[in-house]
């Protein structure tokens, strides 16, 4: 066979074992279909063109709009970081990998290294996960305990917010640095392809970033799942308590006394807070549920793997499957700023006054005015 010939006449692969790969039913699933390819980068770099405008759009309208410089936004403002990371340290490798005619890290890795490739993804994993913890804990203690922090300064609270912020990172790079060893190791090999079409000119050597050890893989996939797990079922609880606590305070706020001038500021504060509170559990709810089919793979991988199912067999049962929720873990870095404009009247108003605003000084004063009365109500009673 003339591809044996090739496979041994290369002095590159002769040190390297040989796939063989010479019935079409283990070779095609090895292939990229390009009707595949070009509508997976169609959709990704549509989710990109979508994610990073907005995304950098929130961070501008956090940065320009004094009353929207909270505790709960330093959070997401955070988060939105971490999604622009994601978002363009995949683009890089799903560019790769898609853009090759065969399934092979070898592309990505030759450029980044395995570790390079994956590390920032879970990076940024990671940190995304406390951030969503870390907004919801806020918003149950704004809700479910708000006289916790009761007469502390503003700037006190901000301090502690990014101490939590640079905490939150550090223990991110801790946590992806163990899950590296299940993708630092790469693994070559050289594959003898069917002597037909489509198979001519395909690329002889192949590569995998594949775990350092048993165990490696073993760590890998439980810290990827327990972490997700775990923060997600402390979310489910403070967002059940926060919508029982909310449910309440509509039931009394019916029985209340004849609505004063005094008291409309402070109901509208509160019905801001209620409305940020309502954002935040659905922009967190469509976290978990964007990555609970990625985690579930990843445990199905495991099972099989403790059950002595041969990888390429998995592979084989779920490389489909894998690639549907690489999707929806792209997008769910892209949606939180829809998120936040379409369930917000507050964040849909802080966006049309960032891009909107006047260079008129007459104007500026008085949106400073307008600001300031905006930040002692929303600040004091909304958004602690």
Same mark, same amino acid.
């Given at each position: 066979? =003339?591809?044996?010939?090739?496979?041994?006449? %290369?002095?590159?692969?002769?040190?390297?074992?040989?796939?063989?790969?010479?019935?079409?039913?283990?070779? %095609?699933?090895?292939?990229?279909?390009?009707?595949?390819?070009?509508?997976?980068?169609?959709?990704?770099?549509?989710?990109?063109?979508?994610?990073?405008?907005?995304?950098?759009?929130?961070?501008?309208?956090?940065?320009?709009?004094? @009353?929207?410089? /909270? /505790?709960?936004?330093?959070?997401?403002? /955070?988060?939105?970081?971490? =999604?622009?990371?994601?978002?363009?340290?995949?683009?890089? $490798? @799903?560019?790769?990998?898609?853009?090759?005619?065969?399934?092979?890290?070898?592309?990505?890795?030759?450029?980044?290294?395995?570790?390079?490739?994956?590390?920032?993804?879970?990076?940024?994993?990671?940190?995304?996960?406390?951030? !969503?913890?870390?907004?919801?804990?806020?918003?149950?203690?704004?809700?479910?305990?708000?006289?916790?922090?009761?007469?502390?300064?503003?700037?006190?609270?901000?301090?502690?917010?990014? *101490?939590?912020?640079?905490?939150?990172? #550090?223990? +991110?790079?801790?946590?992806?640095?163990?899950?590296?060893?299940?993708?630092? *190791?790469?693994?070559?090999?050289?594959?003898?392809?069917?002597?037909?079409?489509?198979?001519?000119?395909?690329?002889? $050597?192949?590569?995998?970033?594949?775990?350092?050890?048993?165990?490696?893989?073993?760590?890998?996939?439980?810290?990827? %799942?327990?972490?997700?797990?775990?923060?997600?079922? /402390?979310?489910?609880?403070?967002?059940?308590?926060?919508?029982?606590?909310?449910?309440?305070?509509?039931?009394?706020?019916?029985?209340?006394?004849?609505?004063?001038?005094?008291?409309?500021?402070?109901? $509208?504060?509160?019905?801001?807070?209620? $409305?940020?509170?309502?954002? #935040?559990? +659905?922009?967190?709810?469509?976290?978990?549920?964007?990555?609970?089919?990625?985690? +579930?793979?990843?445990?199905?991988?495991?099972?099989? &793997? #403790?059950?002595?199912?041969?990888?390429?067999?998995?592979?084989?049962? #779920?490389?489909?499957?894998?690639? !549907?929720?690489?999707?929806?873990?792209?997008?769910?870095?892209?949606? &939180?700023?829809?998120?936040?404009?379409?369930?917000?009247?507050?964040?849909?108003?802080?966006?049309?006054?960032?891009?909107?605003?006047?260079?008129?000084? &007459?104007?500026?004063?008085? =949106?400073?005015?307008?600001?300031?009365?905006?930040?002692?109500?929303?600040?004091?009673?909304?958004?602690?």
């Amino acid at each position: 066979m =003339d591809q044996d010939f090739e496979v041994n006449k %290369s002095s590159e692969c002769s040190r390297l074992p040989l796939m063989n790969l010479t019935l079409e039913e283990d070779a %095609s699933i090895y292939l990229l279909d390009n009707g595949i390819s070009t509508t997976m980068l169609t959709v990704l770099f549509t989710i990109l063109a979508v994610g990073i405008p907005g995304n950098l759009a929130f961070l501008f309208v956090v940065a320009r709009v004094p @009353y929207m410089r /909270t /505790t709960t936004n330093v959070y997401l403002a /955070t988060l939105a970081v971490a =999604d622009l990371m994601f978002l363009i340290s995949s683009i890089v $490798q @799903y560019n790769f990998y898609f853009t090759h005619p065969v399934r092979s890290h070898l592309a990505t890795a030759s450029f980044v290294g395995c570790v390079g490739a994956f590390f920032p993804q879970y990076v940024t994993y990671f940190a995304s996960i406390s951030m !969503v913890s870390l907004v919801t804990h806020e918003r149950y203690n704004a809700i479910c305990k708000p006289f916790l922090n009761h007469g502390q300064q503003g700037g006190t609270r901000l301090k502690q917010s990014l *101490k939590l912020v640079v905490g939150s990172w #550090l223990v +991110a790079v801790g946590l992806a640095g163990l899950v590296m060893a299940r993708y630092a *190791k790469l693994f070559k090999t050289c594959a003898i392809w069917p002597d037909e079409k489509p198979y001519y000119d395909l690329p002889v $050597q192949l590569g995998y970033c594949v775990a350092v050890s048993h165990w490696g893989l073993i760590v890998g996939h439980v810290l990827e %799942s327990i972490v997700f797990i775990v923060a997600m079922i /402390t979310n489910a609880i403070m967002y059940t308590l926060i919508i029982i606590n909310l449910n309440t305070r509509v039931r009394r706020k019916r029985e209340q006394n004849p609505v004063t001038p005094s008291s409309v500021h402070t109901q $509208q504060a509160l019905h801001i807070r209620n $409305q940020v509170a309502r954002m #935040l559990i +659905a922009n967190g709810a469509v976290f978990f549920l964007c990555q609970t089919p990625f985690i +579930a793979l990843s445990l199905g991988i495991l099972v099989e &793997n #403790l059950l002595g199912v041969p990888p390429d067999v998995t592979y084989r049962k #779920l490389v489909f499957a894998l690639t !549907v929720c690489h999707v929806f873990v792209f997008l769910n870095s892209a949606v &939180n700023p829809i998120i936040y404009n379409v369930t917000s009247h507050h964040y849909r108003q802080a966006f049309v006054e960032a891009f909107s605003r006047s260079n008129n000084k &007459n104007d500026h004063k008085i =949106d400073c005015n307008q600001n300031a009365v905006k930040q002692s109500h929303y600040v004091a009673l909304a958004v602690r």
